[in-house]
């Protein structure tokens, strides 16, 4: 192994998200050490994935097959779709283990500053599986950013009257304290208020 590939590596690794150049060098130092107990391991499985890793053609979740096990999984028709920006928030709704039902990943949000519009996202396909799938409610699962409540706002404009459409509640997270918290989390809570 030259210098060369070892700084390629570094290099490749410090594009990382949450991965610096000093991390990097960390990271991959500790791998040349561990090399028959992490980096070969590592190695093989990145390949396995870069071969076999594909995007569900049904909902856009990552998976080995044209559809993935979410939509394959008959136990999960349960008429609602849960709509998520990327991968990485379906992957954390699927942690929580509250959901039942499918997803659909749009693939970002609305911008019309970085010029995406709903072509450049998956929502004319949302609309599509709606009316295809008996889909009876549409959870919005976006961002609390700008760009995210566009993005829920313009598909409320393109289901209305075709399905019931909610989205997550926002406010005071569980063991938050509001001296710690900004002032949007504060009104947002404020608005969402229920009785005890």
């Known amino acids: 192994m030259s210098s060369n590939d070892l700084e390629n590596l570094i290099d490749l690794m410090a594009r990382l998200p949450g991965l610096g150049p000093r991390s990097a060098r960390r990271a991959v130092l500790h791998l040349v050490r561990k090399r028959a107990l992490l980096l070969t391991p590592l190695s093989d499985a990145m390949q396995n994935v870069a071969a076999t890793a594909r995007e569900?053609?049904?909902?856009?979740?990552?998976?080995?097959?044209?559809?993935?096990?979410?939509?394959?999984?008959?136990?999960?028709?349960?008429?609602?779709?849960?709509?998520?920006?990327?991968?990485?928030?379906?992957?954390?709704?699927?942690?929580?283990?509250?959901?039942?039902?499918?997803?659909?990943?749009?693939?970002?949000?609305?911008?019309?500053?970085?010029?995406?519009?709903?072509?450049?996202?998956?929502?004319?396909?949302?609309?599509?599986?709606?009316?295809?799938?008996?889909?009876?409610?549409?959870?919005?699962?976006?961002?609390?950013?700008?760009?995210?409540?566009?993005?829920?706002?313009?598909?409320?404009d393109q289901l209305e009257g075709q399905v019931t459409l909610t989205s997550l509640a926002q406010g005071v997270p569980i063991g938050g304290e509001l001296d710690y918290l900004d002032e949007g989390t504060i009104s947002a809570a404020l608005r969402a208020r229920k009785s005890i």
């Open 56 to 156: 569900c053609l049904n909902c856009g979740n990552i998976g080995t097959s044209d559809i993935c096990d979410i939509c394959a999984d008959d136990t999960r028709a349960t008429g609602e779709i849960c709509v998520v920006e990327d991968v990485a928030d379906l992957w954390a709704m699927e942690r929580a283990g509250v959901f039942k039902g499918r997803y659909h990943v749009l693939g970002g949000t609305l911008s019309a500053l970085d010029g995406i519009g709903p072509e450049e996202l998956s929502i004319p396909r949302l609309v599509d599986r709606v009316t295809s799938e008996a889909v009876s409610e549409v959870i919005l699962a976006l961002n609390a950013t700008v760009d995210g409540q566009t993005t829920a706002h313009y598909i409320a």
